[in-house]
């Protein structure tokens, strides 16, 4: 499988959602071989999407020349496309954003009803891509935090998407948190060979990697200074 990532955090390589990421990644390898292409947005040349539509008018020629061209030769080129990225004001952080404004070239001003709703007509065939979202944030729980990205993701890709959202994701880049991340990130690597296999995640198992690792109340005390630092696995 060709796998496209597209990690949108401004770390890089640093991020604390691309250790989520790395593990699904090592998990599929372990299932079947993969061909695996990691993109840090922050590094790319993309200009802000100016909505003059030339693009889904023109055969897909947009009238920006920067990296954007190669980029979407490399999402078509792929059989599963990857956002990784951290929560940033309840969606994702700008340079992702801009750079999926700039997908438009793959879509034509025509529109067709598909059940409830309207999307537009294809210009290129990606029909056979998958979807994987996978995001962290910084908050004990998932509640009321990933929904506005959620919702964002799958209304862009409605079909063949799964979505792996992670509280309390700083702690996968301490250290002295390993007694409860390790064990989660043994959980996201099972999803992955899961999802190399099967093509999707069971519900449980999602369940159980975006549930909070540590209680949320110890957890919120350690980010505001006021608990050790180290989590209690007994708890």
């Known amino acids: 499988m060709r796998t496209l990532v597209l990690n949108g ?21 372990e299932a079947a071989a ?32 920067d990296d954007m061209r190669a980029i979407l030769e490399a999402i078509l080129d792929s059989d599963l496309l ?5 929560l940033y004001c309840y969606g994702m952080p ?14 034509s001003m025509a529109m067709r009803r598909v059940g409830e709703r309207y999307e537009h007509v294809a210009q290129a065939d990606f029909s056979r891509l998958r979807y ?3 995001c962290g944030c910084g908050f004990p729980n998932s509640r009321q935090n990933f929904e506005p990205a959620v919702t964002q993701f799958k209304l862009c890709f409605p079909r063949n998407h799964t ?20 064990p989660r990130l043994e959980l996201i690597r099972r999803a992955g060979r899961q999802y190399a296999r099967e093509g999707t995640v069971d519900a449980a198992l999602l369940a159980g990697i975006t549930s909070p690792m540590i209680p949320e109340a110890q957890y919120a005390a350690i980010v ?9 696995q007994n708890e």
């Open 9 to 29: 955090s401004p770390k890089r390589e640093k991020s604390d959602t691309m250790h989520i990421t790395r593990a699904f990644l090592d998990g599929m390898a």
């Open 94 to 107: 700008a340079p992702l954003k801009a750079l999926l404004d700039r997908t438009l070239p793959l879509s």
């Open 82 to 86: 990857v956002l990784s990225f951290p």
């Open 224 to 232: 505001n200074g006021g608990a050790p630092q180290q989590p209690n």
């Open 34 to 65: 993969q061909e695996v292409r990691i993109i840090h947005v922050i590094d790319r040349h993309i200009e802000y999407c100016t909505g003059c539509f030339s693009c889904m008018r023109g055969g897909g020629e947009c009238v920006h020349r």
């Open 163 to 182: 979505i792996l959202t992670v509280p309390e994701s700083p702690m996968f880049s301490a250290p002295e948190a390993a007694v409860v991340t390790a």
């Open 132 to 134: 994987l979202m996978i």
